[in-house]
């Protein structure tokens, strides 16, 4: 079955705990994406990836990492998680960008920084 | 000015009413448009994508009017599964690609 899955799904932290929330397709797809939702603000862009080891910043970087080691996984990391990060995160793949605008999405993972 | 903007509802209606949803883009030069659907809770999913000459699909019927800026979702005959949030999606061409969410219309179809 194709699709995007992250891991956690649900998360609890506490202020400058280090967190890595993973993304992993198996539809061979070029282009990967994180994004954060919160109430109000709609998707916003954090990382996007237009292929392996090519990685560049969205709208809102600020306090987030990725890697681009391989064509599957897309790594969102949090090297020192604050409140303001609190939110739902979703990781989102298509073929390539700009092909088609589906975007095929995980589950999201709902991330609370105490 | 939001580069896409959507009343945020909600929009309450029964069961077998047409409601109709529009959005508004800030950049002429977007490329493309797509209508996504959120379940509460639930990753956003592609519900249709939006074409110059309007396109329609079952039950819904999207339409696009470049000289305006805008682009329409038409729902008929509306059913209870049809609650959720409708995102609007433009692809805009700002120097490099970029896929801009709205941040959604809420409907909520009731008996």
């Known amino acids: 079955e194709a699709q995007v899955t992250q891991n956690p799904r649900y998360l609890i932290t506490v202020t400058g705990k280090k967190l890595t929330v993973t993304c992993s397709q198996n539809?061979?797809?070029?282009?990967m994406s994180w994004y954060r939702q919160d109430p109000g603000l709609g998707l916003r862009q954090i990382y996007y990836s237009m292929n392996v080891e090519v990685t560049d910043k969205g709208d809102v970087p600020e306090g987030y990492k990725v890697s681009r080691k391989e064509k599957r996984n897309f790594p969102l990391i949090l090297e020192s998680p604050s409140p303001n990060q609190t939110s739902l995160y979703f990781c989102?793949?298509?073929?390539?960008?700009?092909?088609?605008?589906?975007?095929?999405f995980g589950e999201g993972s709902r991330l609370t920084v105490l | 000015r939001k580069e896409v903007e959507q009343d945020p509802g909600p929009f309450n209606v029964p069961e077998g009413a047409t409601v109709a949803f529009n959005c508004t883009y800030s950049n002429s030069a977007s490329q493309s448009f797509f209508w996504y659907r959120q379940d509460c809770r639930k990753e956003p999913k592609l519900l249709m994508s939006v074409y110059s000459s309007g396109n329609e699909d079952g039950r819904f019927t999207a339409q696009l009017n470049r000289a305006s800026q805008y682009i329409s979702l038409l729902i008929r005959d509306s059913k209870l599964s049809d609650s959720a949030t409708y995102l609007c999606?433009?692809?805009?061409?700002?120097?490099?690609?970029?896929?801009?969410f709205g941040t959604g219309t809420r409907l909520l179809v009731s008996p």
């Open positions: 539809m061979n797809h070029e282009y």
């Open positions: 989102a793949s298509t073929e390539a960008q700009g092909d088609t605008g589906e975007l095929f």
């Open positions: 999606v433009v692809l805009m061409n700002t120097g490099f690609q970029k896929l801009v």
